[in-house]
């Protein structure tokens, strides 16, 4: 947890049942930080899938975000404190006085053990992957980053017509451990497109290369989730869910989910590391960008692109 941080994750992630419909929900409460998870949020969320993933009181998940946006990503200024603060090891599990060393930083394991966690079910990012209940993600909103993760590994996604999906890490990293996924879900021509832009996509825009299932009103979203929730917890029982979502799970296996979150996670690693060389005038990562931090770095790069290609609304506004 950040060390300005007064919240446990336990109040900014919530965890409901309705054991009448057999739907639990995960609500996302940290809206003063764009729902950005901490490092505790994420191990919580990891938890909560595992015991959702038990519970024979859950059928569906819903995952949402309070206020206005479902999250612009992880809380990067809190896990870059972690990492170069020497608090690190609490990222994998390790309390504060372990007999663990973690490898130097100009190690490339020092990144890449990063990367890999991140891919991982345990890190918090990939969890709902291996999740063998039925998922929605209500989307409104930013979807960045972290959240964005979580709309490509869910089952079902519900989008108000303001959201906007991409990620920043293809601005200052280029790489992100699901782009394996993303290619599958959203097509390789527009994965492209996004990839290389860098540029965030409307909710019209996922919904016709079938990343999103419905686009609905902001007013009407609420509504439109729970519709899609009941109507999947009563077509028909836990076992036989738990069975087509293991054959969704072998397909995606055959189709080399997991494989291309090492592979791309990998290249996020390498790049991390330093092998990436950055010219004058370039964005990359540089001390500096890192020093600054990867989130105001962004923001602060936003007038390059076109108005529409940028990724925050106030950004967007100006011409």
């Given at each position: 947890?950040?060390?300005?941080?007064?919240?446990?994750?336990?109040?900014?992630?919530?965890?409901?049942?309705?054991?009448?419909?057999?739907?639990?929900?995960?609500?996302?409460?940290?809206?003063?930080?764009?729902?950005a998870p901490?490092?505790?949020?994420?191990?919580?969320?990891?938890?909560?899938?595992?015991?959702a993933?038990?519970?024979?009181?859950?059928?569906?998940?819903v995952?949402?975000?309070?206020?206005?946006?479902?999250?612009?990503?992880?809380?990067?200024?809190?896990?870059?404190?972690?990492?170069?603060?020497?608090d690190?090891?609490?990222?994998?599990?390790?309390?504060?006085?372990?007999?663990?060393?973690?490898?130097?930083m100009?190690?490339?394991?020092?990144?890449?053990?990063?990367?890999?966690?991140?891919?991982?079910?345990?890190?918090?990012?990939?969890?709902?992957?291996e999740?063998?209940?039925?998922?929605i993600?209500e989307?409104?909103?930013?979807?960045?980053?972290?959240?964005?993760?979580?709309?490509?590994?869910?089952?079902?996604?519900?989008?108000?017509?303001?959201?906007?999906f991409?990620?920043?890490?293809?601005?200052?990293?280029?790489?992100?451990?699901?782009?394996?996924t993303?290619?599958?879900?959203?097509?390789?021509?527009?994965?492209?497109?996004m990839?290389?832009?860098?540029?965030?996509?409307?909710?019209?825009?996922?919904?016709?290369?079938?990343?999103?299932?419905?686009?609905?009103?902001?007013?009407?979203?609420?509504?439109?989730?729970?519709?899609?929730?009941?109507a999947?917890?009563n077509?028909?029982?836990?076992?036989?869910?738990?069975?087509?979502?293991?054959?969704?799970?072998?397909?995606?296996?055959?189709?080399?989910?997991?494989?291309?979150?090492?592979?791309?996670?990998?290249?996020?690693?390498?790049?991390?590391?330093?092998?990436?060389?950055?010219?004058?005038?370039?964005?990359?990562?540089?001390?500096?960008?890192m020093?600054?931090?990867?989130?105001?770095?962004?923001?602060?790069?936003?007038?390059k692109?076109?108005?529409?290609?940028?990724?925050?609304?106030?950004?967007?506004?100006?011409?």
């Amino acid at each position: 947890m950040s060390k300005a941080e007064t919240r446990t994750a336990e109040e900014m992630m919530t965890y409901e049942k309705d054991v009448e419909n057999k739907i639990a929900y995960i609500t996302l409460r940290r809206p003063d930080k764009m729902n950005a998870p901490d490092t505790d949020m994420r191990m919580r969320y990891a938890e909560l899938l595992h015991q959702a993933n038990v519970d024979d009181e859950v059928k569906v998940l819903v995952l949402r975000g309070e206020g206005d946006d479902f999250g612009t990503g992880a809380d990067l200024p809190e896990q870059q404190q972690r990492m170069y603060s020497g608090d690190i090891l609490y990222e994998f599990g390790f309390e504060e006085g372990a007999d663990v060393k973690y490898p130097a930083m100009d190690s490339f394991r020092f990144a890449q053990n990063i990367c890999t966690h991140y891919a991982s079910v345990r890190g918090g990012c990939r969890s709902l992957q291996e999740f063998k209940k039925i998922s929605i993600v209500e989307v409104k909103g930013y979807c960045y980053g972290w959240h964005f993760y979580q709309a490509g590994d869910a089952d079902i996604v519900i989008a108000s017509d303001d959201a906007l999906f991409g990620h920043a890490a293809f601005r200052y990293m280029g790489f992100a451990p699901r782009m394996w996924t993303w290619i599958e879900t959203i097509g390789l021509r527009k994965f492209q497109e996004m990839l290389f832009t860098g540029r965030p996509f409307t909710a019209d825009e996922m919904e016709k290369c079938d990343f999103v299932n419905k686009v609905v009103p902001r007013d009407q979203l609420e509504d439109e989730v729970q519709k899609y929730a009941l109507a999947c917890a009563n077509n028909g029982t836990t076992d036989r869910i738990v069975m087509q979502k293991t054959f969704m799970e072998m397909y995606k296996q055959q189709r080399g989910e997991y494989f291309g979150s090492i592979l791309s996670g990998l290249f996020e690693g390498l790049a991390a590391s330093g092998v990436e060389k950055v010219e004058e005038g370039e964005f990359g990562l540089t001390p500096e960008v890192m020093k600054k931090g990867l989130a105001k770095a962004v923001k602060e790069a936003e007038e390059k692109f076109p108005p529409e290609w940028r990724l925050s609304r106030s950004g967007r506004e100006k011409k």
